[in-house]
């Protein structure tokens, strides 16, 4: 069962790479994974199913990363990076020119959710959180999102942690003092 969504998952991102997510259909991801279209339906209502669920488990994958770094903001930052490093292709093909604009989206989804979280769980008990708290999770990903996108599809000379350090180095100071402003 595993190993059918997975080569399902697969098939997407290959096709991916080569002709952009836009241009895929489900009867490429069903020649590709040499899965019965019975069989992928079982699994996946459509193509946006099988992206969805990559990006799920990608989602899944920062959040462990905030777990094992409670009260650190950010925590998501190097594990993404590293994740970059490792998964270039995989990662090019989500989030590089030929995923399409709803990979960007929900990438940006899961990002803001992850952002909010850390930032509510870095703010102690008794503060309520700022009206601008939205327009402040907006900033940290928007900027998060142009260095990855600039890993993803650049040539930056840096590692993940040199790309780690910058990211928290810019964005930390302004997001603390947005926050601590009544």
């Known amino acids: 069962m595993r190993r059918t969504r997975q080569a399902i998952q697969q098939a997407l ?8 997510y836009d241009a895929v ?6 020649n590709r994974a040499d899965v019965g279209r019975s069989t ?22 920062l959040k462990a990363g905030h777990a094992h770094e409670p009260g650190r903001l950010f925590a998501f930052s ?9 998964q270039r ?17 929900r990438v ?36 998060f999102m142009a260095l990855l996108v600039q890993r993803v599809d650049g040539d930056a000379p840096v590692t993940a942690r040199q790309m780690d350090a910058l990211f928290r180095e810019v964005v930390t100071p302004g997001v603390r003092a947005a926050l601590s402003q009544k």
């Open 78 to 86: 190097l594990p993404m990076f590293e994740h970059v490093d490792e």
């Open 13 to 20: 991102i290959a096709l991916i790479l080569e002709k952009g």
């Open 40 to 61: 992928f339906y079982a699994h996946f209502t459509d193509k946006q199913d099988v992206l969805f669920d990559n990006l799920d488990e990608l989602a899944a994958f």
């Open 25 to 30: 259909t489900v009867s490429d991801i069903i």
């Open 108 to 143: 940006e989804q899961i990002l803001a959710e992850i952002v909010r979280d850390e930032l509510l769980a870095a703010m102690s008990s008794d503060t309520r959180p700022p009206a601008t708290l939205d327009l402040v999770v907006t900033c940290v990903v928007g900027a």
């Open 89 to 105: 292709d995989l990662v090019r093909a989500l989030l590089g020119r030929r995923g399409g604009g709803v990979v960007i989206t």
